[in-house]
C-alpha cells in the first residue's frame, strides 16, 4: 500500500505565496510521476501540474504556468508545488496524485487534499 501525504495549505493573502508539499510512503518500488490537482467548491477537479520521476520534465495547465512550480525530491520521495502571485480564485482542495509502482503492479493513489484559502 502506498500513502500520499499533503502539507502545507492555509490562508493568505492576495498576491501572496505557498509551497505545498506531498510525501509517499508504503511499498514503493518507483514512481512515474507525481502532480497536484485542485476542486473549488461547486466545481470539477482540475489539472495543476504533473513532473516526471526519472527525467522531472515538468507540464501545467496554461492557467497556473509563470506562477506555479513544482518540483520533486527523488530522495525523499516528495514532490513540491509553489504558488506565487495567489488570487482568490486559487482558492480550492489541493490534491495530490501519483503514479507509483509497487513491487507486483502499478497504480494511481491520491492524497487527501489540503486547503488553500487566498483571502484578505
Known amino acids: 500500500q502506498v500513502q500520499l501525504v499533503e502539507s502545507g495549505g492555509g490562508l493568505v493573502q492576495p498576491g501572496g505565496s505557498l509551497r505545498l508539499s506531498c510525501a509517499a510512503s508504503?511499498?514503493?518500488?518507483?514512481?512515474?510521476?507525481m502532480g497536484w490537482y485542485r476542486q473549488a467548491p461547486g466545481k470539477e477537479r482540475e489539472f495543476v501540474a504533473t513532473?516526471?520521476?526519472?527525467?522531472?520534465?515538468?507540464y501545467y495547465a496554461d492557467s497556473m504556468k509563470g506562477r506555479f512550480t513544482i518540483s520533486r525530491d527523488n530522495r525523499k520521495n516528495t514532490v513540491y508545488l509553489q504558488m506565487n502571485s495567489l488570487q482568490a480564485e486559487d482558492s480550492a482542495v489541493y490534491y495530490c496524485?501519483?503514479?507509483?509502482?509497487?513491487?507486483?503492479?502499478?497504480?494511481?493513489?491520491w492524497g487527501q487534499g489540503t486547503q488553500v484559502t487566498v483571502s484578505s
Open positions: 508504503g511499498s514503493i518500488f518507483s514512481i512515474n510521476r
Open positions: 513532473i516526471s520521476w526519472r527525467g522531472g520534465s515538468t
Open positions: 496524485a501519483g503514479s507509483v509502482a509497487s513491487a507486483v503492479t502499478t497504480s494511481d493513489y
